[in-house]
């Protein structure tokens, strides 16, 4: 719109001097920006709900929730908002003429005239917006990052294989036995369905239910003291049958498993993550030393506070976070105490998961009709569920990206086509006392790549500021790695070459005599 508004300086010089006054001119570039951004606006907000129905089609493949999501109003007045403000600036950033100043518009000439200020207001608009760009660029390169390093994080467990299937605990007016007892029997029954190769139960899905089972207790060690001040170390509590780490494929490192006699009330014993060993046992072998909690809490839970001999170390399975990390972990035989939190059903199985579903859940609700079976899912999937905001962000983040990228892009092929019309003497002229074109066609792409890496050094800056800022008030807030930055600044310069070519072509490709005889 600004390099059409100087295209018509001719037309709006003689609108001035025919008598109409700066205001009449404003308003009549205001009702014209007003209906160009309103138009924009009025498409965007008719392409908002298809658009959102799209990404609830995505996400509803992890989240039936959803399909849910509708658009929110404020928003869209939002839009509507500055798509006002944007048409008010197009209209009042332009110099006017007036009727006494008319004549230095050069009304007797029909070429286009392009003054510095002029210029420098085209350059200003196009830095910003690859400075814009820059910014969403660099932070949808730091999510895409992200979810990729997600993804491609080992988690130490088999996940392909093993279906994980809510049962909670039925436990009204049964007695623990009663409860050990129903898990143990159907544990025996889906191991005798064909393609079933380990069947164990726990307390907790892996990330599923980090939110419901995320608590750490306090607990002690044989030989552990505490420094003057200091609390005893917490650590996450999980209750697991026996073969529970056999059927996820976590390796006991030293000791033992659980047997049926540690489920049926004997001594108590215990099982801890790798890191704990190391911790509360450096350099020692922390089987059979004993471990107890220390927590208040857990006589309100109906956790015995007695010391447990430790039978067995087990690799740590982080089940809270995606990426796997030091976990300090204590492992309950099921079946000596309540089952808490709810039981899950792990199931490892030789072919494909999902067929095991209707065979498991006949046979639970043959056991007990009113028995809850819901979530069937592979720990893969569970983990693709649990990515799904990760995956939704950068792929709405990179829509908002690519739009930046494309106006960007835009933007600078518009100026540098603006200053090529608009120098068509001068390199006429060039031309004619001899420079060659591919002088001027280098001539311009450099001016557009100078565009480009003042933007990035621009959006850069800004983008540091605000990481800055924003760190003040979230601590864990880190500004994006040196990969992501890089790679968008070279889609930047690259785009603003590509943006460059057609504008160069032109300028290379000036009719010398035509150029000089419009003159």
């Known amino acids: 719109i600004l390099a059409r508004t100087v295209r018509r300086e001719n037309e709006l010089a003689i609108r001035a001097a025919l008598g109409a006054g700066t205001a ?25 709900q298809p658009i959102l129905s799209v990404l609830a089609r995505y996400a509803s493949r992890f989240s039936v929730r959803a399909l849910d999501l509708t658009v929110d109003p404020s928003m869209l007045w939002v839009a509507v908002v500055l798509a006002v403000v944007a048409a008010v600036l197009l209209a009042f950033v332009p110099r006017l003429p007036s009727a006494d100043s008319s004549h230095g518009f050069g009304l007797a000439s029909g070429s286009l005239r392009i003054t510095r200020n002029t210029a420098r207001r085209q350059r200003v608009f196009a830095v910003t917006q690859i400075a814009a760009s820059f910014v969403l660029l660099a932070g949808a390169s730091m999510l895409l990052k992200t979810l990729l390093a997600l993804q491609a994080a080992q988690t130490g467990f088999e996940m392909r294989q093993v279906l994980a299937v809510n049962v909670p605990v039925m436990s009204y007016g049964k007695t623990p036995d009663q409860v050990g007892g129903f898990y143990r029997e159907a544990i025996r029954r889906i191991e005798e369905l064909p393609g079933v190769d380990r069947v164990a139960v726990g307390s907790a899905v892996p990330w599923r239910d980090a939110a419901s089972n995320g608590f750490a207790f306090l607990f002690s ?3 552990h003291v505490r420094a003057p001040g200091e609390e005893d170390p917490r650590g996450r509590l999980r209750t697991v049958s026996p073969g529970f780490f056999a059927a996820l494929g976590v390796p006991i490192i030293a000791g033992r498993d659980f047997n049926d006699a540690d489920c049926r009330g004997g001594e108590p014993v215990v099982i801890v993550s790798q890191s704990l060993a190391q911790r509360m046992f450096p350099n020692r072998d922390a089987v059979n030393h004993h471990m107890m909690w220390t927590d208040p809490i857990m006589k309100f839970i109906d956790v015995n506070t007695a010391p447990r001999r430790i039978v067995g170390v087990a690799a740590d399975i982080e089940d809270e976070h995606i990426v796997p990390g030091p976990a300090i972990t204590v492992y309950h035989p ?10 899950r059903l792990f199931v490892h199985a030789r072919g494909n998961p999902y067929a095991l579903v209707t065979p498991l859940t006949r046979i639970i609700r043959d056991m007990s009709v009113d028995q809850v079976v819901e979530r069937a899912a592979t720990l ?32 600078v092929a518009g100026v540098l086509a603006f200053s090529v019309s608009g120098r068509t003497r001068e390199f006429g002229i060039r031309l004619a006392i001899g420079s060659q074109p591919r002088h001027l066609l280098t001539s311009v792409i450099t001016e557009g790549v100078v565009i480009a890496v003042v933007g990035i050094a621009a959006g850069a800056a800004f983008g540091y500021a605000m990481a800055q800022l924003a760190g003040h008030y979230f601590p864990d807030m880190r500004p994006p790695d040196a990969v992501p930055v890089a790679g968008s600044a070279v889609v930047l310069l690259t785009a603003a070459v590509v943006a460059s070519v057609l504008p160069a072509a032109r300028a290379a490709r000036v009719d010398v005599m035509q150029a000089l005889r419009s003159e």
């Open 24 to 48: 009449a001119l404003r308003r009549t570039l205001l009702a014209e920006s007003l209906l160009l951004c309103g138009a924009g606006a009025a498409l965007g907000v008719l392409i908002s």
């Open 221 to 223: 060690a044989d030989g």
């Open 334 to 343: 099921f079946g000596h105490e309540m089952l808490l939190w709810g039981g």
């Open 380 to 411: 893969e999937d569970v983990r693709a569920e649990v990515l799904t905001p990760d995956r939704l962000n950068a792929l709405v983040f990179g829509g908002f990206a690519a739009v930046a990228l494309l106006i960007a892009v835009v933007g």
